[in-house]
Each structure stands twice: as structure tokens, then as C-alpha cells.
């Protein structure tokens, strides 16, 4: 495994969040293109299309994945550059995800959180998100895409923890 899992699960009123961070020495506005702009997210994540706006909904193509089509996805919240809250549905399960930026000092750390459904495989989601994150560092710094067996199986046993410990059955 390159890099050791660091996401947590933790409890919420809702149900649970998978949470994760990465941080970049760059000022808050280019990581916000970096998650914003569908030629840079294109480069870790996919491309997508549409108009985008608060309420709106784009079609995303996940580039990494095999066979992979165009799915919906709402914008549910946008605040340049602080905050992109998403919404999708489809076949593999709900998708609610919230993006914040922060900046202190030349360092902007990105706060992933997944709002975990109750039919969500932390096991399997975890992972995944691990991946991409470590897929945008890369990018961003022009450096190798990491190798997506570096984490799944190989962090499915530090998630399926994490989600025992945060009450989830």
C-alpha cells in the first residue's frame, strides 16, 4: 500500500460520514479548479458537462472507471472557493457529498465528506475515495496516477474498523 488510509468514519444524527483530507501548497483558488473545472477534474476524477449552478444538475463521466457512462448530478451548494456540496443517485447507491477548502497560510486543505446512506459499504466506498483524493494530489502536482491495488482490497479491513467503531451495524 503507498500510503496508509487516514479517512474516519464517525457518527452523525443522520446516520454516519466517511471523512477525509488532503492538503496542497497552493493558494485556495487553483485547488478550487482543481475540483471545479472539468478539464482538471477530468485529470483525477472525470469530466463533466452541463450548467452548472446551485440547483442544477450536471452529467458526470467518471474517467477511471471501466465502461463508465454519463450520470446526473446536482450542485446542491456552491460557494467559490470554499464549499461544493453534490448529490447523485445510480446504481452503486447515493452519492451526498460536501468539498470545503481552507487556507492557512500557503497551505489549502480539502475536507471530503461523504453523507453515507444506510445501505453504504464503507469497506468498499473508503477505499475508493482514498484513491481518487490520492488520484487529485497527484495530478495536481503533475506526478504518477497511484495504483488503484494499492488500496482495495488493501484498506477494506482499516474501514470495515473504522465503521464498527462508529455504531454502524
Request: proline share 7%.
Amino acid at each position: 500500500m503507498t500510503n496508509p488510509p487516514a479517512g474516519r468514519v464517525v457518527p452523525t444524527a443522520a446516520g454516519r460520514d466517511l471523512i477525509l483530507h488532503r492538503t496542497f501548497r497552493a493558494p485556495i483558488e487553483d485547488v478550487w479548479a482543481s475540483i471545479t473545472e472539468s478539464d482538471r477534474t477530468a485529470r483525477w476524477y472525470g469530466q463533466w458537462k452541463g450548467e452548472p449552478g446551485v440547483g442544477r444538475t450536471i452529467q458526470v463521466q467518471m474517467a477511471f472507471e471501466e465502461g463508465a457512462g454519463w450520470s446526473d448530478m446536482r450542485i446542491d451548494a456552491c460557494d467559490p472557493p470554499r464549499r461544493l456540496a453534490l448529490y447523485a443517485a445510480d446504481d452503486y447507491g447515493v452519492w451526498s457529498l460536501d468539498l470545503e477548502l481552507t487556507q492557512q497560510d500557503e497551505i489549502t486543505t480539502l475536507r471530503f465528506t461523504h453523507h453515507l446512506d444506510d445501505k453504504a459499504e464503507v469497506e468498499n466506498v473508503g477505499p475508493g475515495w482514498e484513491y481518487y483524493l490520492d488520484a487529485m494530489v497527484s495530478a495536481y502536482n503533475d506526478g504518477p496516477r497511484p495504483n488503484f491495488d494499492d488500496y482495495y482490497p488493501a484498506m477494506k479491513a482499516y474501514y470495515e474498523a473504522q465503521d464498527s467503531g462508529s455504531g454502524a451495524s
